[in-house]
């Protein structure tokens, strides 16, 4: 199976750059090439949460968790090459943290995507010894 190169560039930004930012930029520019495909969206959103919950945003990273798993719920447990059942229940049960925040604080932490096929493996890998340059 072959991957978007912008696909594989945001598993890099999420997984090893943590540039959550830059997950936005990339998948924004796929989501608009692919048609405005809901399944990109709601990746983008969960990175987008992140962001925000590292910048101090509560209420955005609320709101975009809450949109991004309602997006991703449709699909298979297993697409896209990741395991998108482990990032939905990540993505749930950091959502729940965040809504009990004022009860127990708690510091920002990042999540993973689970890749669990070996040739999109092999091209994240790959651009760890060849990162992409940002906003190109």
């Known amino acids: 199976m072959s991957y978007d190169v912008l696909y594989v560039e945001f598993l890099y930004y999420f997984n090893v750059e943590r540039d959550y930012f830059e997950c936005h930029e990339v998948m924004e520019e796929l989501w608009m090439e692919e048609g405005r495909n809901p399944l990109h969206q709601g990746l983008l959103q969960i990175a987008v949460a992140l962001y925000h919950h590292r ?4 209420g955005g990273a609320i709101k975009l968790f809450s949109q ?5 719920e449709f699909y298979p447990k297993f697409t896209l090459g990741i395991d998108l059942g482990k ?8 959502l729940d943290k ?3 925040i004022e009860e127990e604080p708690f510091e920002f ?3 993973d995507i689970a890749i669990v096929h070996s040739d999109l493996t092999a091209m994240v890998e790959e651009l760890k010894e060849f990162p992409p340059v940002k906003g190109s």
């Open 55 to 58: 910048n101090g945003n509560v």
């Open 68 to 72: 991004g798993i309602e997006k991703l």
């Open 87 to 94: 990032l939905i229940a990540d993505s749930n049960a950091y």
């Open 98 to 100: 965040l809504l009990g």
């Open 109 to 111: 932490y990042d999540l």
